[in-house]
């Protein structure tokens, strides 16, 4: 039976089958330029929501609500941000119901950044209201913006003074992991402040009360209960935690036609169960398109990209540290078997130091030859979590914009890296820092809206030629750099920099015919190949050419 028919068959059966094991990630993935925002740090669309919860106590700096929510970023989807940046994927830190008091364990902290859930069933009214992520989603696909959302299975937010607590047959809070094998990843609470969901259970378990309590105080105990009926008659699972919180994730997928997940803490869960999620995840994006014919852009598959901390491409060999695998130290795990499509590359902060050839190079070797090849990564410079992140002073904003806009691979930019948005702030504490609120009064200088547009015109050549992160790169000149992305000969691209500024003349070394008109995304302008060369006159020492799209 081929994949489209085993797809057809799981929407009425329950697949234990990951329909995706055999598949390639399709280009538009492995070349997608992804915006990572925290929703609470980007853009205030609603002030009424601020303070949601009685959430008023003053934090530690940077440790509470700053009053970002979801209406924020539809502004900017609606005000063209993202389309104008080259965007193609927006990813934003999860805005289901947080826990809504305060943690003490590492100073005062609000579960602002989304990671502390309370009820995988509902929005934190933080962050707005379904009807606000239903219009997001619907918003960001007419722009031609797939969205993923960020899914948590590993725990609960903690227990505060004002939150209940989670039942112990649901969860554990000792022993604490020592990531020293397999077990002490994935049967252990990752931090004194995190309730490690027993996912390794398969014994059935009873909803908490508090949570029954709270479905029928908002009026919809009756319909959470009639569907959860229906899901675990379906599927025939049994009824232990990881299965209920499996229905919950994909329900948004279900409703809203959600485009894929980043997989939060991938590796301190067994294998196993992301693939159970990737099979309902197919299934509900599936039925979604069913129910909504006319919402539906393309035949794209859902898609799923792991954070698996520490995991990444090695960069100087032709391996991904030897394989694909994760090492536990007792044991191995290749997460491309388990429903995933991409892992982020947690490799790229410490090669983007060396020369742009050097990473281009062996990147390009790694992604399209032996284990990685049909499959992607996500690069980034800048991230929520990672001390490591690259040039956190944004001291070489240019070059860093250029080696990963240009990187084999999909990219990620992190919400500011485009404007230089600061990654310390005064008071903060570890990634507080790199947690500061967007830098929008910023715009109004003249070097920042310089830097954006660099980001911009990269962003543009990006979203408009798969060839740039999914093509296999070949250089073609040492000084000024000039290389040449190849896409199985569907779409071929020619960038060049350190060029001199003004008139230019230079070889397009066959990547082009005579006659044919290309594109400059840096210049913006068209030129014809004549005699193997094109000649244009710019302020720029880059060149990005390709052929534009009817």
């Not at 397999?182 to 378990?205: G, H, M, P, R, W």
């Not at 050549?461 to 296999?472: L, M, P, Q, S």
Request: glycine share 8%.
């Amino acid at each position: 039976m081929n994949l489209k028919k085993l797809a057809l068959l799981c929407l009425g059966l329950s697949c234990s089958l990951n329909i995706q094991a055999e598949q390639s990630t399709p280009d538009f993935w492995k070349n997608a330029t992804t915006y990572f925002l925290l929703t609470d740090r980007f853009n205030n669309g609603d002030k009424g929501n601020d303070f949601s919860y009685n959430r008023y106590k003053k934090s530690g700096v940077l440790r509470g609500f700053e009053g970002g929510d979801i209406k924020g970023v539809i502004e900017k989807i609606e005000e063209g941000y993202f389309t104008d940046l080259g965007v193609s994927v927006l990813w934003m830190t999860p805005v289901i119901e947080q826990v809504h008091g305060y943690d003490e364990s590492e100073g005062f902290t609000y579960s602002y950044h989304g990671y502390w859930p309370k009820d995988w069933t509902g929005v934190d009214a933080n962050y707005g209201t379904e009807a606000d992520v239903k219009q997001l989603i619907e918003t960001a696909h007419k722009h031609d913006i797939k969205v993923l959302i960020d899914v948590i299975l590993n725990h609960t937010g903690p227990t505060t003074k004002t939150d209940w607590e989670w039942p112990s047959d649901w969860v554990r809070k000792q022993p604490l992991c020592d990531w020293n094998s397999f077990e002490q990843n994935t049967k252990c609470a990752l931090a004194v402040s995190l309730n490690d969901i027993k996912t390794e259970e398969n014994t059935a378990v009873e909803l908490p009360k508090e949570l029954l309590a709270k479905w029928k105080k908002e009026g919809r105990l009756k319909q959470e209960l009639t569907e959860l009926n229906e899901f675990f008659d379906r599927t025939n699972y049994p009824r232990a935690a990881k299965y209920y919180l499996i229905k919950w994730l994909t329900d948004w997928v279900k409703e809203y036609g959600v485009d894929g997940y980043r997989v939060d803490t991938a590796k301190h869960i067994e294998p196993e169960i992301w693939g159970e999620l990737r099979t309902e995840a197919d299934y509900s994006l599936n039925l979604w398109k069913q129910n909504n014919p006319k919402l539906v852009k393309d035949d794209l598959p859902f898609y799923m990209v792991g954070e698996v901390f520490n995991w990444g491409l090695d960069g100087f060999s032709s391996a991904v540290k030897g394989s694909r695998d994760f090492d536990f130290g007792d044991k191995k795990v290749d997460f491309f078997n388990y429903g995933f499509d991409a892992l982020i590359n947690m490799g790229f902060v410490q090669h983007v130091s060396a020369d742009a050839e050097t990473i281009y190079s062996n990147y390009s070797n790694i992604l399209n030859n032996a284990e990685m090849k049909g499959k992607a990564v996500l690069n980034y410079i800048g991230s929520h979590d990672d001390h490591n992140s690259y040039d956190r002073k944004r001291e070489n904003t240019y070059e860093n914009a250029f080696k990963l806009m240009m990187a084999p691979g999909g990219v990620q930019i992190y919400y500011g890296d485009e404007i230089a948005r600061p990654m310390y702030a005064e008071g903060a504490v570890a990634d507080a820092n790199m947690r500061t609120f967007m830098n929008w009064e910023d715009l109004n200088k003249p070097n920042t809206q310089k830097l954006l547009s660099h980001w911009q015109k990269l962003g543009q050549f990006r979203k408009n030629h798969y060839a740039v992160g999914a093509g296999v790169h070949k250089q073609l000149n040492k000084s000024p750099y000039i290389f040449k992305r190849d896409l199985a000969g569907k779409d071929q691209v020619l960038v060049a920099k350190g060029l001199n500024v003004g008139q230019k003349s230079l070889s397009v070394y066959g990547v082009f015919d005579n006659g044919d008109t290309v594109y400059d995304y840096y210049s913006n302008q068209s030129v014809v190949v004549k005699k193997g060369k094109i000649a244009l006159s710019s302020d720029f020492e880059y060149l990005l050419l390709g052929k534009r799209k009817e």
